[in-house]
DNA sequence: CTCGATATAATTGTATACATTAAACCAGAG
DNA sequence: CTCTGGTTTAATGTATACAATTATATCGAG
């Protein structure tokens, strides 16, 4: 994945990457404060792109800055759940454009990330899969034409990642997620647009059934 | 709107909530290049906090910084006619859940917002009635339990705020939209939500109309 | 005259010093 | 023992100096 538009990649770039994905995979705890100068010294860099990286993900409302340093806001079982019946009903959108736009090129590299899937699935290799899975659905956003539906979904995405991961923990759920992107994507390859939304709306139906169950029974951690 | 949870509002917070009004109202100009140094002066304050502002909004897709300065980004009548697309699928869900879940109190608010809207659309005062549009649909997305939903709704709303402003200078739209709200505000004051979603889906339908309608004809400014 | 390497100027990127804020602590009065 | 108020302290908020980058202009070779 090269940077095609030639744009650096600041130091404040990636401390925000690194910083949102230790949060979102829940290296830092719910609640946990982070302070800048904490931060600072654990990159190495000083507190300017620390700060910077700070406010994109309180923005985000992944973190809450106070006076005292940032506080690592956690996510209940209640937003898992709203999150997914928004997707429900906006995600299949986005595959339904994808199918009406996309072109070979694209399409090509999608066929590489589901059969990636397939590999690590076969091996099952769960942090492999959830990445995976991740870049199926990133694919989807990215590709569908729309930066406002891409700019929609991708936080959506990104907040139940944990929660994901748990759930693909499951051979069976493995598979048959597998199944499911395997038939989106041949939808979106026929370009038949209806079918890629209706497989679609399965999809996260049973992905919010599977992680939901799940969270419910653990009491969240 | 007080200040309750007694968060200091710091300059790069105000910056930002100027510069983002100016870029949205189209005060600043599609393609305008905006430096840290004229921001600087121009608020009268050290680059600091203007970077900050210039990299929220740069999340937002509302400018694109690059090592030349910051440009605006525009909106065409194809990202608006997606938004409205969005929009009509989910921002039902939030009046629902705010009819399923709204105090007293907030509901006293809630009149008194579509109070002033049709205060100011008998008088025909189109940026009084576009404010108090504004928080009209803000305050459901507020109120309706879910801050994902909230932040998922807020962005879209904001990125066609300046074309809602062309629209309800109609005084006939205006109106109509008056009648929609009332409408949508009885609901949820009867806690019906199924009909607060439904009269919602079609105020959003009729807003597109109306906005895509003009924009189409306008050629986009 | 054109192309390309190089110098230059203007901007963003980063580090750091200083100012401000607010929570915590402690002491003294009731 | 509890409440109050001032002091301390540890963090964020802001300004500024300096480094790195990039587009543009310039100069020279072909």
Redesign the interface.
């Known amino acids: 994945m090269m940077n095609l538009d030639h744009?650096?990649v600041s130091i404040?770039d990636q401390v925000f990457e690194r910083l949102e994905r230790k949060i979102l995979i829940g290296e830092y705890q719910r609640g946990e404060l982070l302070t800048e100068i904490k931060l600072s010294e654990e990159f190495g860099v000083s507190r300017t792109p620390i700060?910077?990286a700070l406010?994109?993900l309180e923005?985000?409302?992944i973190i809450d800055i106070?006076?005292r340093g940032a506080t690592v806001l956690g996510i209940l079982p209640?937003?898992i759940d709203?999150?997914y019946?928004?997707r429900s009903?906006?995600e299949g959108?986005a595959s339904r454009w994808m199918a009406e736009r996309v072109n070979e090129e694209d399409m090509a590299e999608f066929r590489r990330v589901i059969d990636l899937q397939e590999f690590y699935t076969a091996k099952g290799d769960a942090d492999q899969i959830k990445d995976m899975d991740s870049r199926f659905h990133r694919m989807i956003y990215e590709k569908c034409g729309?930066?406002?539906?891409s700019?929609?979904l991708l936080?959506?995405h990104k907040?139940v990642m944990k929660f994901r991961r748990v759930s693909v923990s499951d051979q069976t759920r493995a598979e048959e997620s597998l199944a499911e992107h395997r038939g989106i994507f041949e939808a979106i390859a026929a370009h038949d647009g209806a079918l890629a939304e209706k497989l679609t709306v399965q999809h996260i139906a049973h992905a919010r059934d599977s992680i939901m169950g799940r969270v419910l029974s653990e009491k969240e951690g």
């Open positions: 744009k650096t404040a700060r910077e406010r994109r923005q985000e409302h106070t006076a209640q937003d709203d999150i019946e928004i009903r906006i959108l729309s930066v406002s539906l700019d929609t936080p959506l907040r």
